[in-house]
């Protein structure tokens, strides 16, 4: 049986353990995704339709059990039990503007959540109506959020205003900003603060459009320091270590894999690397992948243009009959006419009685005001002589 995903650009989730997968995209849903022998995917279904396009997706966990927990475009966030993921959803809370990233503390006990308004909300969870901290500070809006294993209270946070700041999250305190603009005003970036070397205490920095990878050393747990800025191929989209500390970095193009060295810097994968085949073997794979979707989307587009090629000469054929028509008919063409014109001068009938003010017959006209005073004044006049 063939399984439909995503029609659209498509954010995800792995549980702890790793045995499931969560996936958000403008369709509105979650899909949830069972992992068997740890290579078999297995749909197990979605989440009731959203009434707005989904944004980000984390697994968390409650008295009822595991739950996915998912935010939308309008500012709210949902969850629902990975058992019945298509019952109705649990608001948890909401936002006054679209929110761009939910994430779960490793301690599982705070919900964090990021939006367009350059805030980030710490709120408690599963009760997320009791807010622990705001971490404010960004000037444009907040792009991700990323919580180190390795440094459990430190987050990092990206945004458009060109900067990753370092926050103590707990109590919402600023402990460091790195300008990736370089003090230049004009320069607009979105940085991605993407993932984190425990061995190594390495943050990854993506910058969208910006074909490099920024490397910074997280000094006393508080304290940004550049590293190393290694050029791509192409735009990356995403990246993670393995259990070696080489960093994968997705792309365009492809997959690039960024090898550990022993004095903590990286650099390109070298020729004849162990890696290299498992590296050619992934990009083949992807590039056969995108080859299919292609040829699936350009069979859809010429299915689609000639639907609408039918569709034009239904519409030329349908005008070609009804002008055949009146020459045939010109009676029954003038009839018509008629009968659009009577009409036409209905609506403009109907149209000029309600533009026209209602007359109020409660009151009275002035003459017949005038005599009913004047007949007040004699009564009055007669009773003061008697």
């Not at 509105?28 to 749909?43: C, E, F, N, Q, S």
């Not at 807010?131 to 991700?144: K, P, W």
């Not at 919402?172 to 993407?194: K, S």
């Not at 960024?258 to 073997?281: M, V």
Request: with cysteine; net charge negative; aromatic share 6%.
């Amino acid at each position: 049986m063939e399984i439909e995903g995503h029609k659209t650009e498509v954010g995800s989730t792995w549980n702890s353990n790793g045995t499931a997968l969560a996936t958000v995209g403008d369709d509105k849903v979650v899909k949830l995704w069972l992992i068997h022998d740890g290579r078999t995917y297995h749909y197990q279904g979605e989440t009731q339709k959203n009434p707005k396009k989904l944004t980000s997706v984390v697994f968390a966990s409650d008295p009822e059990g595991e739950v996915i927990v998912y935010s939308d475009k309008f500012g709210e966030v949902f969850s629902s039990p990975v058992a019945r993921p298509n019952e109705q959803p649990k608001v948890l809370l909401g936002h006054v503007s679209i929110i761009t990233e939910v994430l779960l503390s490793p301690g599982g006990d705070l919900l964090l959540s990021a939006d367009r308004d350059e805030k980030i909300r710490v709120s408690q969870y599963p009760k997320a109506y009791n807010i622990e901290a705001y971490c404010l500070g960004h000037t444009q809006f907040v792009s991700r959020i990323y919580i180190p294993t390795s440094q459990p209270s430190v987050l990092f946070s990206g945004s458009a205003d060109g900067t990753v700041r370092v926050w103590r999250y707990l109590v919402g305190e600023l402990l460091h900003t790195e300008d990736l603009t370089r003090g230049d005003a004009t320069r607009r970036i979105v940085t991605l603060p993407v993932a984190f070397s425990d061995e190594k205490q390495t943050l990854v920095v993506l910058v969208e459009g910006v074909n490099s990878v920024y490397l910074f050393k997280l000094v006393d747990g508080k304290e940004l320091k550049e590293a190393q800025v290694l050029p791509l191929h192409s735009a990356p989209w995403d990246a993670a270590f393995d259990k070696e500390d080489n960093l994968w970095v997705s792309t365009s193009s492809g997959v690039e894999v960024l090898t550990s060295s022993a004095d903590d810097t990286y650099s390109p994968l070298a020729e004849g690397h162990a890696l290299g085949a498992k590296l050619q073997q992934l990009n083949e794979k992807r590039e056969k992948q995108a080859k299919a979707v292609l040829e699936k989307n350009v069979e859809k587009a010429l299915a689609y243009g000639a639907m609408r090629k039918r569709t034009a000469e239904d519409k030329a054929q349908a005008k070609k009959r009804k002008i055949e028509e009146a020459n045939a008919n010109p009676d029954l063409v003038s009839a018509k006419e008629k009968r659009k014109e009577r009409r036409n001068k209905a609506k403009q009938a109907e149209r000029k009685k309600k533009e026209t003010p209602a007359v109020d017959d409660t009151v009275a006209p002035m003459d017949e005001v005038k005599n009913v005073t004047g007949e007040e004044e004699e009564e009055e006049e007669k009773t003061s002589s008697a």
